[in-house]
């Protein structure tokens, strides 16, 4: 079995292949997962006999934690775009902000909707916004487009129960109500360096015509009536309440009847099940498409996203058992490399390489996340920084460049200047967000 800098070299030529197989030969990511961890697998040395075993535990054993939430996720996101209640959440905000300050309220917007919707669906559908809000404010359609995106991918990479920041949260062990926290801590400051100050600054070099793509699809998920503002930011809210709940409870009263029940339904499948059956009736007023339609297309997106995620766990697997990890754990240890600093490096490099912020959440934690005690970090604060590290360095192998570049009517220069180092910028913004938390390590709870 191969040990030492050979186990390195393994690695690195897996990663060549993953790479290769997406990229080059446009094989589908679960299946070049799957493909590369088996393959992995055998280069080590395991038995044969074993590496099936190892790749279906790994494959199990991350869906075991995130599968049924992915699912309800995907759904409660569904029910909320069909309502109207992330627009109505997006008019709330930029209201409040004001005109002189709308594209830091549009990135905030962004942050927020990004947590129960994916990254796409919320791009397409505040898109809308972004026209009329140039032509109020005079600030350039790309300032507003660049702090769109860096708000929504920021949230997309850092906050639960998104699936990717929630593998990484079960993958490093961490209480989740605090992970959800100290994410939203690091994700703010990110989107207002990146998306905001960055996105004037970008937007008074580029120039751009002002006109904006429209989305086919918003017709017919027209709301049936107007929702309010109040219920619409009661459903966002909800399920992340819910498991705040039971971090909360647990910390002010330990093994009492009140943590018991808020430990149940703070759980956070079940806190999103409730959320997702308050949603079918609550919302069902306010959505024109029938209920069938929502389901289908809520499951036909959490299929792919479920295969590729527990397809990372099993690559994760077998590069945990081959005994990387330890000999990581050493090499680190001479070359002085910060573990913080490793773990932002090795998911920026598989971000911008496989261009799936997904897969780079899903692997880097199922290799690192283990071994966040033998590395002397915080779970919490080794799981901020990888996902930090999957913020930035969009490129044209991620399909997000393409939404922003198409109905941002970006060039691909353009969209370079603003969303790839807009987002990269917020990503080095929440890296330098979660060691100022670690500051304080030892002070502020599950840190």
Known sequence: MATGNMLIIIFLLSLAVLFFFILKLKLDPFLSLITVAVGTAIVIGFELKEVASIVASGFGNTLTGVGILIGLGVIFGEFLAASGAIEKIAQAVLKGFGNRRSAAGLGLTGTVVSIPVFFDAAFVILSGLIKSLSRKTGISV?????????????????????????????????????????????????????????????GRRV?????????????????????????????????????????????????????????????KNVALLISVLIAIVVLSPYISVSHGKLYSQAINSAGIIILITGAGGAFGAVINQSGIGDYLIKTMQNWSIPALVLAFIFSQILRASLGSATVALVTTSSILGPLAGDLGVSPILLGLAICSGAVGLSLPNDSGFWVVNKFGKLTIPQTLKAWTIGGFLAGLTSLAMVYILSLFSGILPGL
């Open 207 to 267: 120039q751009h015509s002002g006109e904006i793509e429209a989305a086919a699809s918003l017709e017919e998920i027209t709301p049936k009536k107007e929702i309010s503002t109040g219920l619409s930011f009661f459903m966002l809210a909800l399920p992340i309440v819910l498991i705040l709940s039971n971090t909360v409870s647990q910390l002010l009263f330990p093994n009492t009847t009140l943590s018991l029940f808020f430990g149940f339904i703070g759980e």
């Open 142 to 202: 790309v300032s507003f487009v660049t702090a769109l995106g860096v708000g929504l991918i920021t949230a997309h990479s850092m906050i639960p129960p998104t699936p990717g920041p929630m593998v990484v949260a079960e993958n490093t062990h961490s209480d989740l109500g605090l992970f959800i926290f100290y994410g939203l801590v690091c994700a703010v400051p990110a989107t207002l360096v990146g998306g905001y100050f960055y996105g004037l600054f970008v």
